[in-house]
């Protein structure tokens, strides 16, 4: 069926019914401020009980003078009996679930001031039109107002480059998608994640996600490798930074795709700032961290009543290779846990600055290495074996630092790996 899609100015429009089919058309004309009187036998919505209505069954009489029907009756007879007026009263008809009796369809819409999209499927489906106008609603900025009016006031201009005017609209509408992507396990990847990367027209993935979560991102997506591991970046964060703002000024939907969650110690912090500077419009979705994470898989409960009554989560990394060790005071806290991440090749300089700090040497400590992965280990020990504890795991591999993590307080589970007591 080849429609045209039109907007249309007010009309004189009564909708007739006042049950859940009836409500749904309802709430559209409502969110447009399209005004409309309603005709129905009974009021069978709770939608309708703040609603004037004129409460009869409908009759001949009740279509004249209306520009625009909406039948959401059900009925046959009143089907029959528009169908049979139409001619002679000249009014629009839109027949509920009967599209080859409309003149016109509801289309599933998504408003960003002054932009409407209207998606329609003819009638046949309008499932499938919400579906497609939910992506299309996740896919734009959320804010345009400001784009329009720049846009506007450009379009004014008796020297107004035609050029510059999409060069300007496509700066506007493109999005981030700032992602965490958890330790590499599938399972453990969140449905806003997986949502998200659908909509990718680029994503720049770091080296800790996982080859399984990478084949996920969709054929469609070009994918640019932004990893940064230590002694070895492959891209500067200032290089990063400046990819983000390339696509997403090309009007792209980009995704920057993190190992763990992005909140913590994944430079977030500056990537957000770079693009509210340039007015980039962008989304967080949350990871699953390794810090939590290797909690889960080692058995390891950081808070335990009368144990650990809270948890820090620390880097012992800082930018490039500097070692980070102003945290080392918070060991002493009672009843406290430690979490430290990036801190397997500092084992050696951590345990030298918790025995400087005077801090006891038997305290209970784990690396927790290569986690959710088939060679994932435990290695408890103390904090004075730390430099051995390392040599037996590999990174990467989150340090547990606190009583909780005492033999007698592990608990593991089915999915809890190799533990290995030193």
Known sequence: MSTLGI???????????AGKVAAQKARVLDSLDFAYEIVAESRLDAYFETKKLRLKPFEDADAEGFEVI????????VTNRLVALKPHLHFWLNVVDV?????????ALTRRGDIQVAVSSGGSSPTLAQVIRDKIERLLPRELTSLIERLKNERKKPDRDLENLKTIAKEGVGKVFLIGCGTGYMGNLTLDALNAFELLDVALVDAL??????????????????????GFHSKTQDEINALLLEYAKQGLVVGRLKGGDPLLFGRLGEEKQILVRHGIAFEVINGITSALRSCTVSGI?????????????????????LFNDEWIPLIRQPLH????????????????AIAKEGIDENLPAAFVSKIDLP???????????????STLCATPAVLIIGE???????????????????
């Not at 060679?375 to 504890?389: C, E, F, H, R």
């Open 337 to 352: 846990t430690v979490i430290v991440l990036m801190a397997h090749s500092f084992a050696k300089k951590i345990e030298d």
């Open 301 to 321: 409960v950081p808070t335990i009543r009368d144990i650990s009554k809270g948890v820090s989560i620390v880097s012992a990394h800082l930018r490039e290779t």
């Open 209 to 230: 996600v996982s080859p399984e979560i990478r084949a996920l991102i969709p054929a469609s997506c070009k994918i640019v490798d932004v990893s940064k591991k230590k």
């Open 375 to 389: 060679d994932q280990v435990t290695i408890v020990g103390t904090v004075g074996k730390l430099d051995k504890m």
């Open 404 to 422: 909780c993590v005492a033999k007698e307080n592990i608990i593991p589970a089915e999915n809890s790996g190799k533990i290995i007591y030193i």
């Open 70 to 77: 909406i039948d959401a009756t059900g009925n046959e007879h």
């Open 7 to 17: 907007a249309l100015t007010p009309k004189r429009t009564l909708l007739i019914g």
């Open 99 to 107: 599209p080859e009796l409309c003149d016109f369809y509801f289309s």
